[in-house]
């Protein structure tokens, strides 16, 4: 009879995970729609054992782009909102789905391309005359395409250089619709330039010969903003566990372990809190 | 192709040194994907199974719709469990989003199709052999469903697996409803999506070798099984 010891296997398979599911249903967490890019680079991983070590509350980070999380946000399924494109958040906070935005931190965006460097921009500190030189000579771009901050961030730029870089969807512009490592793992191979957050470029595993050519433009400022999703669009929210890890966050302690926070010996977010900065 | 071998020996080290992180995702992969592969069997092989012994108005359709059904693109299976269970839709109440309770819903739903429409085949093959037989004897319907199911079991039993194969595999559900949460719904797949967008082509190259060797495990032991009740049963 083979069937026995099957069923009985299975059946203690799906005990066990009846058993485990009501063994984590304490409620003692929260869940934090965020970034791809604050998890690629590990930033989580450092940081959220020593708050959970502080105030027991277990941070579970469901990691998306910031277009996505600011939807899963909306709704309602997370506590707290840790992205960064302000116009969105601000929107978020006054269509009443989230109470008041804090900034957190911020690094900045570098754009980075193929030692051959076919657009010639290498070195260059403008951004806007850098993307206009890669419009002009057609050299490949990737970009994210997937709503993300970071694709927010880099069509205000294209914006700015006064290029419509979408039209030219599918020849030179190549939009990847994906997270920002795919997009650097796409890019890199097919010699493109790509715009990415520094701190996912520092820990990105896949470098191959590429170095960043474009970067210390105040307009590749990259600002992180943590925001509570308000308890009164969305009554589960778990608001003061939620509030009581933005407030550690904001801290001196949580921004020291923010600033502590280190690749290659190479800082990767610079702490800039401030509470209901906007 | 040096790092295709690094990845290969990366992948046995990791499995040698037993680290416990990899432990962890390891049997949450195998305890979603085994309850969710036991529970589509719960539904499909009675259900594939009277597909393929009644006559009833709409079989005919019902047998396209399942074998349709089993190309279901795992990522629209994620979108549909999502919406369902976010706390916007209609089951948000039972805050399911994001465990993986949701994630077993979800490979449940991949798989169950897949059951159904494969047993349907198996069942309607011993049903035209068998049809006489039970036709002479009188035997009742539940009876029928039962008896064909039990001399299928064998064939059937590559039909869990192909099941399995599929649920074990697959990614892009599990990631939208589960989230990717360390420690509470990171499985096998979403580790490797995760590893590759972290560029650690290597790393998550040895944990796709790892998992594709936990597949090949289940696989033995469940043939190995078959083979001796196999040979119990004719000896």
Not at chain 1, 230 to 237: D, F, G, L, M
Not at chain 1, 244 to 256: C, P, R, T, Y
Request: charged share 15%; glycine share 10%.
């Amino acid at each position: 009879m083979i069937t026995r010891p099957i069923l009985a296997f299975v059946f203690s398979a799906l005990l066990s995970a009846v058993a485990s599911q009501s063994a984590s249903a304490d409620e003692n967490f929260i869940i934090v729609q965020s970034t791809t890019s604050t998890q690629n680079s590990g930033l989580f991983d450092d940081l959220l054992p020593k708050f959970q070590e502080k105030s027991g509350i277990e941070v579970r980070v469901v990691a998306v782009g910031t277009g996505q999380a600011i939807k899963n946000a909306t709704n309602g399924d997370g506590d707290v909102l840790l992205v960064h494109s302000r116009s969105s958040e601000e929107k978020f906070v006054t269509d009443g789905l989230g109470i008041s935005r804090s900034d957190v931190m911020y690094n900045d965006f570098v754009i980075v391309g193929p030692p051959s460097d076919p657009a010639e921009i290498a070195g260059t500190k403008n951004v806007v005359a850098a993307l206009q030189k890669i419009a002009e000579t057609e050299a490949i771009f990737a970009s994210r395409g997937d709503d993300s901050g970071t694709h927010k961030a880099e069509l205000r730029l294209w914006k700015a250089a006064d290029i419509d870089a979408v039209s030219a969807s599918g020849k030179w512009y190549r939009e990847t619709g994906s997270g920002m490592g795919a997009t650097l793992n796409t890019g890199t191979g097919m010699g493109a330039y790509v715009m990415t957050d520094r701190a996912t470029w520092i820990a990105f595993g896949n470098k191959g010969d590429y170095q960043i050519a474009v970067e210390g433009d105040t307009r590749l400022f990259n600002q992180y903003g943590v925001i509570l999703v308000n308890p009164e669009a969305h009554p589960h929210v778990k608001a003061t566990m939620g509030q009581s890890f933005i407030d550690w966050l904001l801290s001196k302690e949580g921004q020291a372990a923010i600033a502590s926070f280190r690749i290659d010996d190479q800082q990767l977010f610079f702490p800039n809190g401030s509470k209901g900065s906007s | 192709m040096s790092s295709f071998w690094d990845a290969l020996a990366g992948s046995f080290g990791l499995v040698i040194a037993l680290d416990p992180d990899l432990m962890e995702i390891i049997g949450l992969s195998m305890r979603v994907t085994l309850t969710a592969v036991f529970l589509a069997c719960l539904i499909g092989l009675p259900l594939g199974a009277a597909a393929g012994t009644f006559r009833f108005p709409g079989r005919t359709l019902l047998s396209v719709v399942l074998n349709a059904l089993m190309g279901l693109p795992p990522v629209v299976v994620g979108l549909f469990v999502y919406l369902l269970l976010s706390a916007s839709g209609p089951l948000g109440p039972l805050r399911l989003l994001y465990t993986p309770t949701a994630m077993i819903i979800a490979q449940m739903v991949i798989v169950t199709p897949i059951v159904a429409a494969l047993t349907r085949q198996v069942v309607e093959d011993f049903n035209s052999e068998y049809a006489e037989q039970f036709a002479s004897m009188g035997v009742g319907p539940l009876d029928r469903l039962m008896s064909l199911l039990w001399d299928g079991r064998y064939s059937l039993l590559t039909v869990a697996l192909a099941g399995f194969g599929r649920a074990v595999a697959e990614v892009g559900a599990v990631i939208i409803v589960g989230g990717n949460i360390n420690h509470v719904t990171r499985v096998m797949t979403t580790t490797i999506a995760l590893e590759t967008s972290k560029g650690n082509l290597q790393l998550a190259m040895a944990l796709g070798i790892v998992l594709l060797t936990i597949a090949f495990v289940v696989n033995a032991c469940v043939m190995g099984l078959r083979a001796t009740a196999v040979r119990s049963a004719y000896a």
